[in-house]
Structure formats: C-alpha cells, structure tokens
C-alpha cells in the first residue's frame, strides 16, 4: 500500500524544514525509499520460509521489561549517525528506511497487540521464530480437527487475530493516502531533541502517549467508524511522522559533532 514510503516522504520534508537549509550528509529521500518494500524489513517475512532473523516490530509501551524493539530503534539509530558522518549515503538511506520503518509500527496500536504471543497459543505453542515453511505460517494447529478449526476461526476469520491486525493497518494506509503536511508539525513543544543517550526512553513515552487513545480497542468493538477514522488523522499520523522526522533530525544533528 506504500504507507511507510508515504510517510517517509512527509518527514522529509519536515525533516527539511527542522534543518532550515543547513548543510548536511543526510541521505537524499530516494536512497531511504530504496530501502522499503522489497529491500524492506516486511519483505524478510516473504523471502524467509522458516521465520528466521526477522525484525519484530511489535512493544508493550507500559512493560518496561519489553526492550526488544527499544534495541533495534537505537541500533539503526546508531548506525544512521555513523553512516552519515562517513557520508556513506546508501547506508544512510538504508538505516533512516529501517529505523523509520521501526519506529512507525512500534507506534501503530495493532503492534501494541501482543500479536506474537497469540499466534504462538494458536500454534500450540510454536514460538513465531520456530515457525517452518508456509504451513505454520496460514494454518493453526490443535489437538483435534474441532479445536483446529477454532484455532483457525480465530486467526483468519471475522475480529480474528490476522484479520483485525491486517484490516486496521489497511485502514490507516487508506486514511494516510491523501495526506499532506504542508505547515511544520514538528515545531513548538513538539520539538524534543533526540539523539543516542535519550531515543529509547523518548519512544517509549511516545508509544505511551498513542496508547492514551484506545485506538486498537475501538477499532476491534466497532470497526472502521467515523469518530476513529477522524482521530487517527489527526492524532495518530502527525504523531508518526512527527518521530520519524525528530528520529532524523536527531541523527543528523549528532552526526556533526
């Protein structure tokens, strides 16, 4: 659906505004879009059969013990600042895609759903990493046919785990299409300065603050409605580019010193 292009695309051009014309390495747009969709952290999912060193995108903002995406965030963050200071530019563009790419779904609600844990129950207990070839990946396992066929219910059909998950990110992709940011969202008290000492601690607050809206929740009792679909437009997607680009402008700005 092109949606982390898409707002790759809008907090460049924030990320161009925070740095008012002032010199810099940082990579040109189309080296980062390079580096989503097929050459992506979603296309490992397509290209490994056996579930293997994929990226896991998915935090709980409240469990401070759930650090797993923390460390990735900060790892490419790292990266970012490095490649740029080497003004090695497709290194760059790949880590500001990868670390954008991230960060977007660790903000997104479906990825504040403990998705992991309920596909392994669904599987009777296969960890997502244990996961072999196309089987484990479309059909659910159980004790029996019948308990099969619920396992499955509840992954595919309707507010089942997949379906719900896939149908609220179609929606936000669908909401995102037509979005512009010509004014700076970034600015005011917007403007917290990140960079490689507070990136984890500012993400998780971040995620916090998204979680404050029950967007997943509404989404799962009552769908797609008028009032949620108003609120993720203006509430949910500034806030993701808004990141992303401070993510950047953070890493560019550390880069020089």
């Known amino acids: 659906m092109g949606a982390h292009q898409k707002i790759d695309r809008l907090a460049a051009k924030q990320l161009k505004k925070l740095l008012n014309d002032r010199p810099n390495n940082f990579p040109r747009t189309n080296y980062v879009i390079l580096f989503e969709g097929n050459n992506g952290p979603d296309a ?7 579930a293997k060193d994929e990226p896991w995108h998915f935090i ?5 013990t759930d650090i797993e995406l923390l460390a990735i965030i900060k790892y490419h963050y790292d990266q970012l600042v490095l490649s740029i200071r ?6 760059a563009g790949f880590e500001a895609a990868w670390l954008a790419h991230a960060m977007v779904d660790g903000l997104t609600p479906a990825h504040h759903f403990p998705y992991g844990d309920k596909v392994s129950e ?6 997502m990493d244990e996961r072999e070839g196309v089987k484990d990946r479309i059909l659910m396992s159980g004790a029996s046919v019948s308990k099969m066929l619920v396992n499955n219910w509840r992954f595919w059909g309707p507010k089942g785990v997949f379906t719900t998950h896939a149908a609220f990110e179609l929606g936000i992709a669908t909401i995102l299409k037509p979005i512009q940011y010509p004014q700076n969202i970034c600015d005011g008290h917007h403007m917290a300065y990140v960079d490689s ?5 500012w993400y998780r607050q971040t995620a916090k603050s998204v979680n404050e809206y029950d967007f997943y929740d509404r989404f799962y009792k009552d769908g797609w409605t008028r009032s949620l679909a108003s609120d993720v437009r203006k509430q949910l997607i500034p806030v993701l580019v808004r990141a992303v680009a401070l993510a950047w402008y953070g890493a560019a700005i550390e880069a020089e010193s």
Not at 86 to 91: H, I, L, P, Q
Not at 122 to 127: K, S, V
Request: glycine share 6%; aromatic share 4%.
């Open 122 to 127: 669904l599987l009777g207990g296969i960890r």
């Open 86 to 91: 080497a003004n090695d530019e497709v290194r």
């Open 197 to 201: 000492s507070n990136i984890r601690q």
């Open 44 to 50: 490992i999912k397509r290209k490994s059969p056996f």
């Open 60 to 64: 709980q903002p409240d469990d401070d």
